[in-house]
Structures are given as C-alpha cells and as structure tokens.
C-alpha cells in the first residue's frame, strides 16, 4: 500500500493500491504511521506524499471495511485513534512535508493532506470530504485541521454538502497552496527550494507554525547557531550557504 524511496534528501511516501483507487483499510494505518517513522529516522529533508495510481490520490478510508465496524465499538475505537495517531505523526515530522494530488482526494484522503504543511493541486486533482453521504462524521481533529485552513464557512460546505472541488476551486478556498500542471514536478521543485534552507530553521519555524510556546526562546537562541554564521557569512561573500545537515 506505501511505498518510500528518496532522491536525494527528498523522501516520498506513495500510495500504491490502484485496484482498490488507493483506499486505506483497517490495517493500513499502523503501516502508514510505521512508514512515517521510518522517515524521521532517515536523513531526509522534505517528506512528498504522493499516488502511483493514475487518476486517484486516494479515496480515503476503504468502505468495505467499514461495514464492519456496526457492531464492533472496540474496532471502531481501534480505527479511530490509529487513523488520528498517523496524521498526528505526520503533522509532527520536525521536516517539511508536501501533499502532491494528482487525482481524486476523497474522504480520509483530504485529512491526510491536510496533516502536510503544503499541498499541491495537479491538472486532474479534485477533492471532497463525503461523510454524510455515508451516514457518518469527520474526526475532530480532521474537521479542526480542515477550519484551520479554509475557515469555518468553507469548511461547513464542504463538510455537509460533500460536494467535490476541482484543482481551481480548492485553490481559490485555500485548501491548497499551490496550483501545477503536475504536482509531482511542483512538489519536487519546491522541495529542492526547502532542502537549500537551514534543518534546523525549518524545524524551528514549523514549531513556530504550530503554536509552540517556546517560540520567543527559539527566536532568540537562532542567533547563536553555527547556521546563522554560515547564513551571514554567505550573505557577505555573496555565495550559497552550507548549513548544517
């Protein structure tokens, strides 16, 4: 179901269960949550998450195995933390993370995107979130990623309509940040973009991003790192920095 191999200091995670449109079952959460550790411990830069299969991102959680959960609470409880455990996982990476869509984002799907800092919209991605079709909800903390992002009205239209958002439209709402032909190519050029930056000033400023209170301490103690001196000598002498890896 994930597949992950680098180029360079770019990991990707991609999807890859074209007979099932990249649906996620039961038992894949645990593996994505593993594949995301297996990240961190690696000297990757930029994690891109992506699809193999043509046409699709991903439709989200598989159905089939949700069925299964009407008389099994435990099971349900079980599908609910490991699916919040893997988003929490990602969303907590100290790297950049990129959701490159070329396809259909649905469900589940679109809260795996959402656990990126950044996603990027290709020619054929379109993007709905259908649980009331369905008879059920959205997680918590989906739903409070997803206010984050394109504010409660938004959020509230596609939440109880489902309708399904085109490349444009999702752009135009801010559900992504970035509009490409291909967001293969986009996702990997942006990540070039990030890897040339300090490690550690990308992990700072993610920190930052998320509310971390010791934000002013960070500010501050950046300004003693060898990345800073590099950083200014560079400025002076008019070349590339080398930062810390």
């Keep these: ?31 994505l949550s593993a594949a995301f550790a297996e990240v961190a411990a690696s000297d990757a830069r930029v994690l891109i998450v992506r699809s193999m ?12 195995d949700l069925g299964t959960l009407d008389a099994d609470p435990a099971a349900r409880t079980r599908f609910r933390a490991e699916m919040a455990a893997a988003f929490d996982q990602l969303a907590a990476l100290p790297i950049a993370t990129i959701a ?9 799907a679109v809260a795996l995107a959402l656990a990126c800092d950044i996603r990027v919209a290709g020619d054929k991605a379109s993007f709905a979130i259908t649980p009331a079709k369905v008879g059920i909800v959205y997680p918590k903390g989906d739903v409070a990623r997803l206010k984050a992002l394109v504010g409660p009205g938004q959020a509230a239209r596609m939440l109880l309509s489902g309708m399904t958002l085109d490349a444009d439209q999702a752009l135009a709402i801010g559900l992504v940040e970035e509009r490409a032909r291909s967001a293969d190519t986009a996702a990997f050029k942006l990540a070039e973009s ?24 960070m500010f501050e ?8 001196r590099e950083g200014v000598a560079a400025f002076r002498e008019r070349r590339k920095p080398v930062f810390e890896r």
């Design 194 to 217: 990030i890897i040339a930056n300090s490690r550690a000033s990308v992990a700072g400023l993610k920190r930052i991003l998320a509310g971390d209170d010791e934000a002013d301490r």
């Design 1 to 31: 179901m994930f597949t992950i191999d680098s180029i360079g200091r770019t990991a990707r995670i991609s999807l890859d269960r074209p007979q099932s449109r990249n649906a996620i079952s039961l038992h894949h959460w645990a593996a």
């Design 53 to 64: 299969a043509p046409n699709i991102f991903s439709s989200g959680a598989d159905i089939g």
């Design 221 to 228: 103690d950046a300004f003693a790192s060898a990345d800073f």
């Design 100 to 108: 490159a869509i070329d396809g259909g984002c649905y469900g589940a």
